[in-house]
């Protein structure tokens, strides 16, 4: 369908007031909401997580991008919270203790809300224990953690050790990300997954989903 390719279009141009009225335009000429989201919305960050990831694209395209899908995801979301469509999965985020680098895990948190999941975003310097909590009182089945000092790494290390001491380290998935990061370390510290960037945290994500 044409305009959904256009809202795509949009998406991956950052266009947020064409997103906003295409979406409402879609909407009024009778789209079904799940097409909006899946074959708009979502079809367009693909798209831009491939040009991310191919150097294409860089952050700033990414940053206006993801705001231009928030304002069309903003018109949606009552839709799909009335239709009782379901997202992809939950997914809880964070920056770990001791580390205020927040802009690499908000891009991954965009790129996963534009894929479909439903983030809960702790935020920065964020505890072992907070985690551990969330994990306990919540029934999500992935956790990521974030880290850009060579120095706050050990905390993703703390995380997991705090998990398998609250009994509830089966109970999720760990990814870890951020520049200092690799899979080596990920698999010292037994993390389930690792992603070098936020497009491909994504990929990750779903993949451990069915593992
Ligand atoms: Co800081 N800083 N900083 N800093 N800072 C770095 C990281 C540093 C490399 C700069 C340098 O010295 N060259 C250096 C770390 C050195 C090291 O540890 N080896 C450093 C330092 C030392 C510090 C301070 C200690 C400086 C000081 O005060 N003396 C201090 C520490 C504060 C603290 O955290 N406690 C500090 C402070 C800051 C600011 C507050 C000023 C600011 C942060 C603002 C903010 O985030 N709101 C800042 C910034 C901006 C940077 C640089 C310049 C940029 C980081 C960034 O946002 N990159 C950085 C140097 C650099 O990288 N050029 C630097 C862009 C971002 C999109 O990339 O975060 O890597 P990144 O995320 C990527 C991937 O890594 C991945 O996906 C993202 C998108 O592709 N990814 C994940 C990230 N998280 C993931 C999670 C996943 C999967 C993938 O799964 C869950």
Known sequence: MEILESIAEAVIKGRANEVDELVKKALDEGVEVQDVLNKGLIAGMNVVGVKFKSNEFYVPEVLIAARAMSRGMDIVKPLLVKSGIKPVAKYIIGTVKGDLHDIGKN???MML???GFEVIDLGVDVPAEKFVET???????LLGLSALLTTTMPSMKEVIEALKQA???EKVKVMVGGAPITQEYADEIEADGYAPDAATAVDV????LQA
């Open 205 to 208: 994500a779903k993949r451990l």
């Open 113 to 115: 809300r534009g894929a």
């Open 107 to 109: 891009l991954v948190s």
């Open 135 to 141: 994990v306990k009182n919540e029934n999500i089945p």
């Open 167 to 169: 009994g509830v380290r």
